[in-house]
DNA sequence: CGGGATCCTACCGGATACTG
DNA sequence: CAGTATCCGGTAGGATCCCG
């Protein structure tokens, strides 16, 4: 991971590079490919959810990959890990207060892309004639 | 790509599954190595740039790499893309109010990660005295 | 100059099998 | 139940060469 956006972003020109990498690794994990709609379930519910209730509601995520997912979320305290000593063992995720901040604000780029659906198809359909 | 976030935006829980694909993929590019940090290079400009300039201000990344960033862009209509038919060739590109209003909608984001580094890197530090 | 074509590598994520 | 370990195919992206 590099040093993206270098110039664009001046109000953080005085970041620490190790620390802007930080940031930039914490937004683009967001478009990993599980990860928004793990958090967003687990938002949903509000209260603790077991390891399987979560697989359940992401359809089709594999057990490694929601594994990581969740890694990722409880490395980055957008949710927290618990795990009871039991047999069977039983663990429960709960979101942050910062991972609930995270969905608040990603939500507006997702809404303003959904607004602007019809210009994006409509440049897609445009450099598909231009191209073929 | 497949059917994320699915119950987390209900606002958009009429949206055709198609779209719906459309309008993830456009922001999980967002995340794409490159992109931002191409697509602020040419925000700061303003005016239309050449291939070789971007290049330049976007240290690091490859042809193949920015040829392909820029495809994308120009695809989904943030950027647009013109050819002059000179020797040796030139082709200049520039940012669209729609790729403008992107980086708009995202740096909100960005700048919300920034002011809660701190928070994350405690996450991580915990995390990894946990775990080790 | 602005790519396209090719090769190569690293990594991601799915499938499966195993375990405390 | 909630993982870990292993294998494996697909893809992103760098390096290099070539072309109009």
Redesign the pocket.
Known sequence: MENHWKMWNAECAALEPEREILALEITTQMA???LLWTLSVLAEEGSPL????I?ERVE????????????QLERDGLVT?E?FPE???????TITELGLGMLEHVRPLWLWTVQNLENFERARRKYDERRG
């Open positions: 990993d490919k599980w077991r390891f399987s209730r697989m089709g995520v594999s057990q490694k990959s929601l594994t990581k997912t969740l890694r890990r795990m047999v069977p063992p039983r663990v429960e995720y």
